[in-house]
């Protein structure tokens, strides 16, 4: 992950302070998927991982509808993955984030 203290635009208009940005991948049930986050002051941007240096935006979620959740409380133990993960839910989805 990376920090970044920058005023940006990013995505079309979507304007904010960039915080941190970085590769996750997301996980429901069995599935997982490879997605890049990105913090802004206000929003959480989910795009897919970068290609060719560009990203196809995947969610944008106002801080203000996003739930997070340690994920090693709600698994319990000591469990390697669990430790590096947060379980992220908003109105419409709900994922397992492993750094």
Same mark, same amino acid.
């Given at each position: 992950?990376?920090?970044?203290?920058?005023?940006?635009?990013?995505?079309?208009?979507? !304007?904010?302070?960039? %915080? #941190?940005?970085?590769?996750?991948?997301?996980?429901?049930?069995?599935? &997982? $998927? @490879? !997605?890049?986050?990105? %913090? #802004?002051?206000?929003?959480?941007?989910?795009?897919?991982?970068?290609? &060719? $240096? @560009?990203?196809?935006?995947?969610?944008?979620?106002?801080?203000?509808?996003?739930?997070?959740?340690?994920?090693?409380?709600?698994?319990?133990?000591?469990?390697?993955?669990?430790?590096?993960?947060?379980?992220?839910?908003?109105?419409?989805?709900?994922?397992?984030?492993?750094?």
């Amino acid at each position: 992950m990376e920090t970044h203290g920058e005023k940006a635009t990013l995505f079309h208009g979507v !304007r904010g302070s960039l %915080l #941190l940005e970085g590769p996750v991948e997301f996980r429901r049930g069995w599935r &997982k $998927k @490879k !997605r890049h986050l990105f %913090l #802004l002051n206000d929003l959480l941007v989910v795009s897919n991982n970068v290609h &060719k $240096k @560009k990203f196809k935006i995947k969610y944008i979620i106002p801080l203000s509808y996003l739930w997070i959740c340690d994920y090693a409380d709600l698994v319990g133990g000591d469990n390697r993955t669990a430790s590096k993960s947060i379980f992220l839910c908003w109105p419409m989805e709900n994922f397992v984030a492993t750094f």
